[in-house]
């Protein structure tokens, strides 16, 4: 994307506003298909009840990039493969982590500390290029992190760093990894179809054999895909949270350094905020 161009990148901050929508939404999908998880395997450990909430969402997702996306279905490049195992590899990690760490921990936690996100990509990229991003960049930093703490209502007196804190920390490293490996100058030719389909089977095999691994008998594996209502959750968290979301996000963020760096901002912030959105309609 040319960083000159105003109405391309207002249209790429729109859109990823957007995929930020959709990740939001995702929150309370992946808690509900966790419970489901744990209704119907009740003797499951919360390994195998995080990957039979993932391996379904990223393989439903390939097979839909498969039928509305034909153009994926060509032999990537040896770029597109590297790109998109890599974000398989960033994305998997932080996924996982974050969906066990929330069986132990409050949303509103969760909320915050995910927020950390927004505060690795400008402290990385001020290292690797030994440049102060300026006052206005530390500043939205900080704002992120009390905005969240504000409206996600966390209680520093209850506050205490156990495995779904730390868990959601090193989430939110991975995170940033895969938005970073995202942006390498390496990848600005690859098509993004291509990349995506690559991450999406990628995710769906690592979470699929994480899943047959936890799993406290074989017939655990298809027990969850017997529920309407968890096949309702996932199908919905496939299309709109990942499918949607990752096009976008894919698709969108080539502006570089600073720009990056602004745009991941803006992106994550608004997340408190739907969550805040979320509580007061579900109360």
């Known amino acids: 994307m040319n960083d000159a161009d105003p109405r391309l990148r207002r249209r790429a901050v729109l859109l990823l506003l957007l995929a930020n929508v959709y990740w939001g939404l995702s929150f309370p999908l992946i808690k509900a298909i966790t419970a489901l998880n744990h209704l119907l395997v009740p003797e499951a450990g919360t390994w195998f009840l995080a990957a039979a909430a993932l391996a379904p969402r990223f393989l439903l997702a390939g097979v839909i990039m498969v039928i509305f996306q034909r153009g994926a279905l060509v032999r990537p490049s040896r770029r597109e493969l590297e790109q998109g195992l890599g974000i398989a590899v960033f994305a998997s990690a932080g996924s996982l982590l974050q969906t066990d760490g929330l069986q ?3 949303a509103t936690t969760s909320s915050f500390l995910t927020q950390f996100t927004a505060i690795v990509i400008p402290t990385w990229l001020a290292v690797r290029h030994w440049r102060n991003p300026g006052f206005v960049v530390w500043t939205a930093c900080l704002l992120v992190l009390a ?3 504000i409206l996600g209502r966390l209680d520093l007196r209850t506050f205490r760093m156990g495995r779904g804190e730390v868990e959601t ?18 990848f600005a030719g690859n098509r993004v179809e291509v990349m995506t389909l690559v991450m999406f089977g990628a995710e769906a095999a690592l979470f699929t054999a994480l899943g047959a691994g936890t799993a406290p008998r074989a017939e655990a594996l298809l027990a969850p895909w017997r529920s309407p209502a968890w096949l309702g959750l996932t199908l919905a968290l496939a299309v709109v949270c990942t499918f949607g979301a990752f096009m976008i996000m894919n698709r969108w ?12 901002l803006r992106a994550l912030c608004p997340r408190p905020l739907l969550r805040l959105v979320r509580h007061r309609l579900s109360r």
């Open 147 to 149: 905005g969240a703490a």
């Open 253 to 264: 963020p080539h502006l570089r350094d600073r720009a990056a760096v602004r745009l991941a």
């Open 104 to 106: 132990f921990t409050a």
């Open 169 to 186: 920390v090193l989430c939110a490293f991975f995170f940033a990894a895969q938005i970073l490996w995202l942006e390498r100058p390496a």
